[in-house]
Nanobody, 121 residues
Framework: QVQLVESGGGLVQPGGSLRLSCAAS????????MRWYRQAPGKQRELVAA???????VYKDSVKCRFTISRDNAKNTVYLQMNSLKHEDTAVYYC???????????????WGQGTQVTVSS
């Protein structure tokens, strides 16, 4: 059994910062890519940022230069540092990862439960 648990969401004023964390736990053998998605009310879930096991990153255009994704492989944890937050960043943020467990021969996709980020004055 694998769990992804996010933390760090909350209410922040425009221009402020938040740091999200997502820790994976369970019978993990290895983690490949880790990602952050978000879903605003009435909108589809969208990819915000992704990072490979080797540290290569990709970002949604609207968050480039404001958000930074990173990971600590020893802790099976991925982070999302969000700076210069805007109203349009308001959403539920979900952690996602491709994980191979100790009993599996392939990678499976796992999701966290989500954490609310609200940007409001």
């Amino acid at each position: 059994q694998v769990q992804l648990v996010e933390s760090g969401g909350g209410l922040v004023q425009p221009g402020g910062s938040l740091r999200l964390s997502c820790a994976a736990s369970g019978s993990i053998f290895i983690i490949n890519a880790m990602r952050w998605y978000r879903q605003a009310p009435g909108k589809q879930r969208e990819l915000v940022a992704a990072i490979t096991s080797g540290g290569n990153t990709v970002y949604k255009d609207s968050v480039k230069c404001r958000f930074t994704i990173s990971r600590d492989n020893a802790k099976n944890t991925v982070y999302l540092q969000m700076n210069s937050l805007k109203h349009e960043d308001t959403a539920v943020y979900y952690c996602n990862a491709d994980i191979r467990t100790v009993r599996s021969s392939g990678y499976y996709e796992y999701w966290g439960q989500g954490t609310q980020v609200t940007v409001s004055s």
